[in-house]
């Protein structure tokens, strides 16, 4: 207990002095964090030594830490030692496991994405097998984090998995089985797919911006090249973003050395920096859509921003989820780590992408509207008007009819992956990689279904329980209750053929769920979601040369 102690003071005292180091020293200020870091240090050593039931000091900081930097923006995090191989992983795309993800369902551990040819593919594993234990530790006894730590671990390293298979077929006979596995270092494809969509226009997609992400990209593009691609989409549709020298670096393919990129200010002379294009370009001619939506966030909004800057490249799809925020990493004592928000980000137009309002975020986090008197116009190169504050607005608008609490509840009861299961299982041999995958299926889905239990409110119902309520505080109620009788019938019948009015929204994850069992491990091929609007409309603009001139202003 003592050495616990003496390592708090010391890790109290060292936080005091980095405060105070990166702040420039003010008596006033001093004063104030000393007596806060001692109030700190009287509550933590008291609630570990009295509290009822035993603590994990570790837990009990983070949580802490995560409470004090909840005020600030959502990116600013305290990461302790349990937690900084996580963040080595995001940064690497690389760790030692058997290329397998799980999610728990009911207590139960199950299969749900496999990485094409990991260890675990190659020992005969598909999606929908559940793991009972790991190295004869039942998976029912651990959390989800403790489960992912036994499976990762030293490459080259065995680990032993008990689970359970249903055989394809009529019998859909579960035998449980065993597979001893050596860890290998995973790499996670920062480039799911690329490939010629036709006989010209050669489609690749980036699912975040690692370390490898500008090396992987460059030798994607060069090969479509050599297919005979003479126009290209890039697809940053749910890319989370990562490093922001893998974005300069990805902007400079498609213009000139030199060029701005982004520029960073913030609070001290070394946040402040602008960055450039250093390499010769691959190609500063080829037409270039680019992807994004509500998910695309960060670096891909520096790129999809500075290509639409410069009038590159067409940006189609849905608003971006809009963070401009630069963080910083922090090294702590007892190998923590401190993730700080330094900086925004800015484009060549001058344009910074963070959005202006934090609480107003949709579910997702995304951006949700934002007022327009809150909004700064800029122009582009060519003299187009762009818009700050609220993420990469596209040229290309496709806007999707979201039905988000119908979704999340057939998430939340898992059953797209209950379904694709059974489908799977008694139709092993269905699908056709590269050929649609859910439309065929999804009127199936759509029938069984059926036979589910749905519990939500969409936005309609709810505005519409508002309005009886107030009609019911207001005395109105006897007068119109046969008009509102009416509409509730109606809300009904909506939601009684909520899964086929909802259908492009849904079909598409349907899609996903059944390709990971026909082809696990493969890239899902962009040709397999036949319902994708938003790759038909950038396949359109690249199609017809005159429309896409004429969305980049080009004469």
Known sequence: ???????????LVVVVALVVAGAGFRPDRFFE????????ADVFRGVNEMYVEELNPNTLLKTGADEMLDGLD?????????FVEDMR?????QYGGIGAETKRIDNRTFITRLLENGPAVRSGMVVGDEVMSIDGIMLSTLTVEEANKLVRGQTGTAVTLIYKH???GTSNKIIEKSATLKREKIQIPV???SGMLDNKIGYTSLSEFNQEAASELKKSIDRLKKEGATALILDLRGNPGGLLQEAVSICGFFIPTGKLVVTTKGKTPESNSFYTTRSAPIDEQIPLVVLIDRGSASASEIVSGTLQDYDRAVVVGERSFGKGLVQTRRA????????ITTAKYYTPSGRCIQVVDYSNRREDGSVGKIADSLRKAFKTTGGRTVFDGGGIEPDVLVERAINAELEKEIRDKNYFFEFANKYYYNNPQ??????PVGNLVYPEFVKWMGGKKLDYKNDLEKKFEETRLISTEEDLASGIKSSLDGVAQKISALKKRALDLNRPQLEPILARELHYRYFPGKPIHPAGIASDETLARAISVLSEQESYRKILGVK
């Open 191 to 193: 480039v799911p797919f």
């Open 1 to 11: 207990m003592i050495k616990f102690k003496l390592k708090i003071i010391i890790a």
């Open 33 to 40: 964090i000393a007596r806060s870091m001692q109030l700190f």
């Open 89 to 93: 992983t995001l940064n690497t795309g």
């Open 332 to 339: 702590l004592t007892y190998n923590s780590v401190a993730m």
């Open 74 to 82: 959502p990116y600013t995090n305290f990461f302790p030692e349990d």
């Open 166 to 168: 249903t055989e394809s």
């Open 430 to 435: 269905a699908m056709e990689y590269g050929k």
